[in-house]
């Protein structure tokens, strides 16, 4: 009797408190290693390098791996991949690196489905938000638009003391289609939030509005 093979599927950029079953979570965050020194953990908090939030993070189950190195699963052995929110952290080479080991582990009919802040939407809400404000009275004018929009954009480079994962470039859909065709994925769609021929993949989104999501298959 034959028996049916385990569907291997991972979830790149975990993050903390993860909800994923079925999934092998990965991510490089130093918090892994904290989490196993909850000592060090409570001190970095008092000490001001930690939030409220970052010392309840759980990261119990998460595999600590740098995905733009080398990722620990054989060429074309890996069923799914999913990543939300992760590719924004890294320097442009770096993401690069980490979609071709994506490429390289991906199996010939695996699916990948790609989660990324919208640069095109959090420009145009930027846009928005400020004419509204250069309609109205200097009195009302606000400084919210644009440090948000800075915050998001470049916040690798205005706020380096932070402890914790900052945006180190932005994507349209445009730049990350290049990006994953120049790589050799094969079918790159643009779909909406929790939209998407693979519908186990699409049901993982948490974050509409803001973001751009592509279903990528290798071949």
Known sequence: MMTQAIMIKINIGSGPNVQRPGFINIDNSPSIWLAKVPWIKALLHHAGFLTAQQLRDDWRGVIKSDASRKLPFADGSVDRIYSSHFLEHLPYEKARKTLRECHRILSPDGVMRLVVPDLLWHAEQYIQKTRQLLNSSPANFDRKPHDDFMETVSGSYLNRKRFGALHCY??????????????????????????????????????????????????
Do not use: V, W
């Open 170 to 219: 932005m994507y349209d859909y445009p730049t990350l289609y290049i990006m994953l065709q120049k790589i050799g994925f094969g079918r790159i769609t643009l779909c909406g939030y929790r939209q998407g021929e693979d519908k186990d993949l699409a049901s993982l989104d948490n974050r509409p509005g803001e973001s751009l999501h592509l279903e990528i298959r290798k071949n």
